[in-house]
């Protein structure tokens, strides 16, 4: 069941996105090439989010993981945890991160460049990041789950790029997933139908080459099967009759 929010209970879940917001970057500007490790990153994040008054929406997620933000360096997909090994420059990095404030969830994501990248990397940024775009801006009343998803699909896959399966984006409010998945694969038409007040987070995952991936033995980190590149971007959006709105971000 999709559990519609008021437009007082999007306000709120806005609150909680200017934060994470917020976070993302101050995390990012804090990036030294050669010197900044993720647990540095995760470090600022716990601090900024209880200095907000908030919780970080991950950690202790399914009892388990152990940190605030998921760090995904170069071929780790997403749910890299925060590790000592200094960001290299020419590294993306997916910082991932999620807070709780006053009752209610938001979530989005960001992969950065490290200092300089190469065009190929730079390439798989900015078409993912369309990518995300392209998804919210079908995320209309009246739409279905399916017209977002094919719109991802697309546009990653036209630039030669490989979609992830395994992992979806998902509505979100009081519990950080509900219901509707969101896949960044499918067919337009298809899907549950989006009607104003649907808050959800929308989060592709794209690789260079395969669109396969493994998880690791720590059971959190996943990478591509060949080896290549991922990035993911992620906003929290509402539905509503004006038509999509972000709710992770620093204006208005
Ligand atoms: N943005 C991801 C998601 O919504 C991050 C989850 S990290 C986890 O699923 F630790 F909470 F799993
Ligand atoms: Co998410």
Avoid at 122 to 128: D, E, F, I, K
Avoid at 180 to 201: D, I, Q, R
Wanted: glycine share 10%.
């Amino acid at each position: 069941m999709i559990i519609l929010k008021k437009s007082s209970e999007i306000a709120q879940i806005k609150k909680s996105g200017r934060v994470v917001a917020r976070v993302l970057r101050s995390m990012s500007e804090a990036i030294v090439p050669g010197k900044t490790t993720t647990r540095d990153l995760d470090a600022l994040a716990f601090r900024l989010i209880e200095e907000a008054g908030g919780k970080p929406s991950f950690l202790n997620y399914r009892g388990s993981y152990p940190a605030s933000i998921c760090a995904s360096v170069n071929d780790v997909v997403i749910h890299g945890i925060p590790n000592d090994i200094p960001l290299q420059e020419g590294d993306i990095v997916d910082l991932d991160v999620g807070v709780f404030l006053d009752g209610w969830h938001a979530d989005s994501a960001w992969t950065y460049p490290v200092g300089s990248i190469s065009e190929n990397a730079q390439r798989l940024l900015n078409v993912t990041r369309e990518s995300l775009y392209q998804g919210i801006a079908k995320a209309k009343v009246g739409s279905r789950v399916g017209d977002i998803s094919s719109a991802v699909q697309k546009y990653c896959e036209s630039h030669g790029y490989g979609v992830v399966r395994e992992l979806v984006g998902h509505g979100i409010g009081r519990n950080l997933h509900e219901e509707p998945s969101v896949p960044n694969f499918g067919k337009p038409g298809k899907g549950p139908l989006l009607k104003a007040g649907t808050t959800m987070c929308i989060e592709p995952m794209v690789n260079e080459g395969t669109h396969r991936i493994h998880t690791l033995p720590d059971q959190w980190t996943m990478k591509t099967d060949d080896g290549k590149l991922s990035a993911h971007f992620e906003h929290t959006i509402a539905i509503t009759s004006s038509g999509p709105e972000i709710l992770t971000t620093e204006e208005d």
